[in-house]
């Protein structure tokens, strides 16, 4: 198991290492002069000197791509252009709502999408099975911002139930969580679908093994081979995609907080690509990315801590 960590976390810094390469790039990507871009076509020739020299452009690319791993690795993700604020200033503002959001989308999608699969299995192939699967199909399929527009018009305009835009205050805990319905429901359905079907399929495949059909024939009842043995070996692989699955959310978060007008990363992060604001962008796609290669570095991890056959695994092919 260290062995398998220190070369995880080996391939872990070696990733953001690439992402911050890159990212350090990005400038370069675009077509034209990125600082052209930024102060418009009315900009004097000493602006533009002035600017670049500010954006570190008037250095080598190794030098730019240097400073900028550096300064990353030191927290300084530099200034946004138009309001001078540090990036880092903003994307702490802005990822404590898309962190909430993600989360409490990912706990909705447990609490959901778990039991709805734990149905199904229990009543294979019967009208209720058949009803959950086109349920779960319909939810897998539905993009979360057609999702969140529906919910807004149904809650928000027709019924006016539910807040439909801002994200209240986190002094006010039930006003946050009021607002916080509408785009966790819309960012949690397509996973709410997709755990519901892992669930199921994991149950059944464990109920048709070998070891449970010897297990009725000795007479073990089947609400224990049911709920001790299927379901907890179903529930080993949905952790381990509700793990990985946070990052996705994370992302996934993007129009979701468009549309109910959320201030989150996503959201800051459109904002910067629309103004050509590249410090923001920068350090926000480093934050996304960051998360993806966390998240799915402990979900890696943990599949191995819950998942016993794996360890096994391992062992022999060490031994």
Do not use: C
Not at 248 to 254: E, F, M, S
């Amino acid at each position: 198991m260290a062995t398998y960590l220190l070369k995880r976390l080996g391939m872990t810094v070696i990733v953001v290492l690439a992402v911050m390469t890159f990212l350090s790039l990005l400038v370069h990507l675009v077509p034209g002069d990125p600082v052209e871009i930024v102060l418009g076509p009315q900009a004097t020739p000493a602006q533009v000197e002035v600017v670049r020299a500010e954006m570190g452009l008037d250095n080598p690319i190794p030098i730019q791509v240097w400073d900028f791993v550096v300064g990353a690795l030191q927290g300084d993700l530099g200034l946004d252009f138009l309001s001078r604020t540090p990036v880092t200033q903003l994307i702490a503002q802005a990822i404590p709502h898309t962190v909430v959001l993600a989360i409490t989308a990912l706990a909705l999608a447990a609490l959901v999408g778990i039991p709805l699969g734990v149905y199904a299995a229990r009543r294979q192939n019967s009208l209720a099975d058949r009803a959950m699967a086109l349920l779960s199909i319909g939810f897998i399929t539905m993009p979360s911002y057609i999702a969140a527009l529906l919910l807004l018009i149904v809650f928000a305009v027709q019924l006016d139930v539910l807040p439909a835009v801002g994200t209240g205050s986190f002094a006010n805990p039930l006003d946050y969580a009021i607002h916080l319905v509408l785009p966790a429901s819309a960012l949690a359905i397509t996973w709410i679908g997709y755990v519901a079907r892992l669930v199921r399929t994991s149950m059944l495949s464990v109920l048709g093994s070998n070891y449970v059909r010897t297990s009725r024939a000795f007479g073990v009842r089947d609400r224990i081979i049911f709920y001790k043995w299927a379901l907890k070996n179903a529930i080993i692989p949905t952790l381990a995609v509700l793990s990985s699955g946070l990052a996705d959310l994370l992302g996934g978060a993007v129009l979701v907080e468009i549309i109910f007008s959320r201030p989150g990363l996503g959201r800051l992060t459109v904002e910067a690509i629309s103004e050509r604001n590249f410090p923001v962008v920068q350090g926000a796609v480093l934050v996304i990315a960051l998360f993806y290669v966390l998240t799915n570095l402990l979900a890696d991890l943990s599949y191995r801590l819950v998942d016993p056959r794996i360890r096994v695994e391992e062992s022999a092919v060490g031994a």
